[in-house]
DNA sequence: ACCTGAACACCGTTCAAGT
DNA sequence: ACCTGAACACCGTTCAAGT
């Protein structure tokens, strides 16, 4: 219901018909809307869950952040949550305690694996929030509508960009995003190696 | 007002008694609420200008999105409206167009521009969401309330990194970020240029 | 041109009352 | 235990009426 019709557009009160009901049944079942919103969330968790399995503690790290992407594309009216609501449920406690655990398997220590969460959680939210709104539009729609300018001439260099930001180029961004982030990881953990050894 | 009660908090009744009118005159001066918050915005981008000058065009870039973080800090609550809202005004198009023509001096084509773009406003806009999030508890609050939880041992790898994430330490990680971004922005103008000369 | 006040169709939340 | 229905204090928006 969210995903249809936007987080604006959820009310108890419609929520409660949605499910045929007297809206103010669900009190009985959530203490408030915020209640609700933070199981919503939780939702969106279990759907980014980070993968077990064999492989490399940094392709890993890669599959979970590049899956929060995907959750942002296909839930794209409720990912506006994980970036805005506080986690502090035992759900969102469990997420983060796997999500270091496979830092540490990469072999980054307590700092390093709080600065390197930090900065790809930060780059994967932000690109996965601008995503959902070039996305809002149409299929393949220009982040701005210079149609509907007077003078797309004024503008001459966000004219040149705008075919570069086209939906259908913005996974190859999130890519050298990525790339970036994850390249500087395997150099810091280089670094860390050389020094043990000596 | 919004930096001091929310977002959510403000209506176009309350607004209007804060101006010591009739709420329903301010529909006189704004279509809807969605324009209102639009001139906010537009507001917090006149805050954010790239600045001219002598410096470098890498620093000057750096310095942009510095400033954009300040902003978030300093209008916690409006900064909401920068990565949710379409940019379509034309305050927000000159915007993009100054901010191109850096990119632009520092030597990037149009492809370039757009891509390093979108990575550096994902990275800037997420670590500030981020940010805000963290500081809404107290000045130096961990960035989740372990306290409140009867088993923190539960959470060894949470626990242990809580220290690193606390208000104080987001500025450097921020800095992080911000020179593995930039360093891969030096470099990808460091091969551009030994193409052109070969 | 600018503001008012009533009205409309909604909200989240509380609470006594029903089964 | 679970739901209802009325009530309270709000919303954004419209519109005829005032000055």
Do not use: N, W
Not at 32 to 49: P, Q, R, T
């Amino acid at each position: 219901m969210i995903d249809a019709e936007g987080l604006e557009q959820l009310s108890m009160r419609r929520l409660g018909t949605a499910l045929g009901v007297e809206g103010m049944a669900l009190y009985h079942h959530f203490a408030s809307k915020g209640e609700l919103l933070d199981a919503v969330l939780e939702l969106l968790l279990e759907e980014m869950a980070p993968p077990g399995g064999t492989m490399a503690p940094l392709d890993r790290l890669r599959k979970t952040f590049e899956a929060c992407r995907r959750i942002a594309i296909r839930h794209p009216q409720s990912f506006l949550l994980v970036p805005t609501r506080r986690f502090t449920t035992e759900a969102q406690l469990d997420y983060y305690e796997k999500l270091l655990a496979i830092f540490g398997e990469a072999g980054f220590d307590a700092a390093q694996s709080a600065t390197y969460f930090r900065v790809l959680a930060a780059f994967v939210t932000g690109a996965s929030l601008a995503e959902i709104g070039s996305r809002a539009q149409q299929p393949d729609a220009t982040p701005i509508r210079l149609e509907t300018f007077d003078e797309p001439q004024r503008y001459p260099l966000v004219s040149a960009a705008v075919p570069h930001l086209r939906v259908s180029k913005l996974g190859a961004i999130f890519d050298v995003g990525m790339d970036l982030i994850f390249e500087a990881m395997q150099h810091e953990l280089a670094r860390g190696a050389r020094k043990t050894r000596a």
